[in-house]
């Protein structure tokens, strides 16, 4: 047990067995995209605007490149800008806080709630101020912001909010689909998400009309009509390959969401009687999509290069934190760091893809129960 061998493989994604279980649809998918040669916009990225709208319950869904023009187009459309701070979580991907310098905001980085990994919202009334243009709070490894706490202090600011749910595909709050809170909600279908494009791609939703608009325009260099450019935008349009193919895979998302559940729940139980270990917290307003699976170990790096050797998978969301990355020394930093550091340090994420079996997540199980015995017997 103590001699470490790799009995399995369990890797982090799969992204090739997900493709073999629909190939046949996604390569027709391609080919119809290839025969009629809409390569820009046309019936695929239309489709995928009202595929992906109706399955959120929203008003309106603007496909765009990536998820961070989402992020970056969302405050441009609501116009911040130069001389205004937004405020967000200093753990999270790059990408969120790219988009507030994008637009020549600075960012504000906030104390998180260190059970659920997201926006603190005592810590956020904190740090608004009258420079606060909107908040970005991130719905970070699919986890739900509570968001009827951070909408009441908005609401009461009159401050916008622009939710990150570039890895809450399919998460609820309170029953309804995150994207129902906040003025806007930007996803990104980087492949490795729930729902993942064979590139690049992402989209805004919202339920404003005015703000449909402005995105719309914004995302496809501020066209009113071919010719005639009523803001200065950018060219950041959803790519017609890209919407074939998420047209598809957005049939399977919920299924794939409920094997993801499925395999945390053997985590859950398998994992539970470990002291050592902390495990995912889940707020009774929340249903995660589980894009990550987290636990918390003080001697996370050692775990993690045990179960690399045991052939499992594992990935650390994020190891630097914003506010240590030295592109970032600009930002206003009103958090802990110190306690965001050790949080950085203990962090491990387990393998939580729906192409796993059970055999494989009894796997991890195991190994995290033997790393831990073997260390007592040391
Ligand atoms: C993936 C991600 C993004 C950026 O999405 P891209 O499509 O890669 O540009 C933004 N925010 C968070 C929290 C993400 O996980």
Known sequence: MCGVSTLTSVPFLNLKKQYLSIRSEIDQAIHDVLETCNYVKGKDVAAFAKGFSEYLGAGYCIGVGNGTDALEIALKALNVGPGDEVITVPNTFIATVEAIIAVGAVPV??????????????HLEAAINDKTAAIIPVHLYGMP???????????KKGIPIVCDAAQAHGTRYRGKHVSCYGSISTYSFYPGKNLGACGDAGAVVTDDPGLATRIRMLADHGRQDKYLHQVIGSNSRLDSLQAAILNIKLQYLETWNDRRKEIVKLYNQGLADIDNVTLPLVPEY???????????????DELKNYLSKRGVETGIHYPVPIPEQPALKNAVVRCDRARLVTMCNQILSLPVCPEMDDSMAHYVVDSIHDYFKCRMEQ
């Open 286 to 300: 929340a249903e995660p999509c589980w894009h990550q699976y987290v636990i918390r170990a003080d001697t996370r």
């Open 145 to 155: 912001c509570d968001m009827d706490a951070i909408n009441e202090i908005a609401v």
């Open 109 to 122: 980085l906030v104390d998180i709630d260190y059970d659920t990994y997201t926006l603190d919202p005592v």
